[in-house]
């Protein structure tokens, strides 16, 4: 299976008032086989750095490797990539079966073994019975998996996907993940998924790269990024946090907690090696407050609040507090679980395991 690397990868726009740099150093290696997403907020630059590496825009610098083969410059017919574009751009005056093919004529497969591998494609996404409809008579999810099946039929060793569930609605766009998933471990392809919704990130992705302003900020599994993000950016953009500014004591203790000092009195969390001496911020899911009477016993990080609102959102419950000097956080619950009066003053607790402590941005 096919690594790609990326070595130094920079793309600098010409403007009217100068330079953009809608991609700036970016080195990273996907491993063959893996399913990598690209995750950032819209203009980060992750269709950019996409269409480098299918070759559609040539990089302002660096390199660009398929296994040990440097295709930097090459064109893209020339690549062992197939891409799924974010608006699906199907030929519209050929049928579904025309549109798989399409890939393995311009290849010159004869015709019989190319109708052998369109059936086997149409039956991997499920949709055998559309073969001979034109692509405006397919519904949003059906077109996305012609897509995803004429970029596959080539058997590209390299899939490169950009939003490819972007117009579809919630249900679809949850059950099509897993059949995206489905297809590319079959295939063992390489994929680079690139998307804005981190939801589609944490569900199926091996690891994911987040972008912000052109540049990758953090690399890890959906688990090590939610769990311990590297700054706010990161915390903030996968999932909801809450935050504490503070300032550290000291160094870490042998098990790697830190003790921080905070508006709202010590809090211990673990962080990176290093934060000696900074300004910090004290990183909390919603889902690990723990809330409690306001006269329960005390202990490590045991906060008091003001519980101002519940909010049902079906499978989980919100609660909206407000803290000493105005800071508002918002904790999550099993549904059953929320009830009780709201305006009233409340205790919380969170487990050190639960507090990441971030450098201050
Ligand atoms: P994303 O896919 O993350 O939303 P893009 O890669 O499309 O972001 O764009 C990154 C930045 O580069 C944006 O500021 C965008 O306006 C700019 N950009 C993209 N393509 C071009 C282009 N061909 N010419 C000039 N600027 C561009
Ligand atoms: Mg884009």
């Known amino acids: 299976m096919l690594p790609v690397v990326m070595q130094n990868l920079s793309k600098r726009f010409p403007t009217a008032r100068g330079e953009l740099a809608a991609v700036q150093e970016v080195t990273l290696t996907v491993e063959g086989g893996e399913l990598f997403f690209l995750l950032g907020p819209s203009g980060c630059g992750k269709t950019t750095l996409l269409r480098m590496l299918a070759g559609f825009i040539p ?43 399409f890939g393995l004529k311009v ?15 149409l039956q991997t996404v499920r949709i055998s019975d559309k073969a001979t409809a034109r692509p ?72 994911i790269a987040v972008m912000n302003q052109g540049r990758i900020v953090q690399v890890g599994s959906g688990r090590e990024l ?17 935050f504490l500014p503070g300032q550290l004591a000291g160094a870490a203790d042998q098990d790697g907690f ?10 211990t969390g673990h962080g990176p090696a290093g934060l000696e001496g900074r300004s910090v911020t004290c990183c909390i899911r919603p889902e690990s407050l723990r809330l409690m ?19 049902h959102l079906g499978d989980s419950a919100r609660f909206r507090l407000v803290l000493e000097g105005g800071l508002e956080w918002i ?16 205790g919380l607790k969170v487990d050190p395991r639960d507090v990441a402590v971030l450098p201050a941005e």
């Open 293 to 311: 009477e306001q006269d329960a016993p005390g202990g490590v990080n045991r906060l008091t609040a003001r519980l101002v609102e519940w909010t």
């Open 59 to 101: 990089p302002s610098s660096g390199r660009i490797f398929f296994g040990q083969r440097d295709v930097t410059l090459l064109p893209p017919e020339k690549r062992e990539s197939a891409m799924v574009f974010q608006n699906y751009a199907l030929w519209p005056h050929m049928t579904v079966s025309g549109n798989v093919g």
């Open 258 to 267: 830190y003790q921080v000092r905070t508006q709202l009195g010590p809090m």
């Open 107 to 121: 290849r010159k497969l004869p015709r019989p073994g190319r109708q052998q591998i369109v059936r086997e494609m």
């Open 136 to 207: 405006m008579e397919l519904s949003g999810g059906q077109q996305q998996r012609v897509a995803l099946a004429r970029a596959l039929a080539v058997r590209p060793p390299c899939l490169l996907l950009d939003e490819p569930l972007s117009n579809l609605d919630a249900a679809l766009r949850a059950a099509m993940r897993w059949e995206i998933r489905r297809i590319v471990k079959g295939a063992g392809t390489t994929a680079i998924y690139v998307t804005h919704d981190q939801a589609e990130a944490l569900a199926i992705a091996d690891r």
């Open 226 to 242: 939610y769990e311990n993000p590297a700054s706010r950016f990161v915390a903030e953009f996968l999932g909801q946090a809450n």
């Open 331 to 346: 904790g999550a619950v099993m549904p059953a679980r929320a009830s009780g009066p709201t305006d009233r003053q409340v």
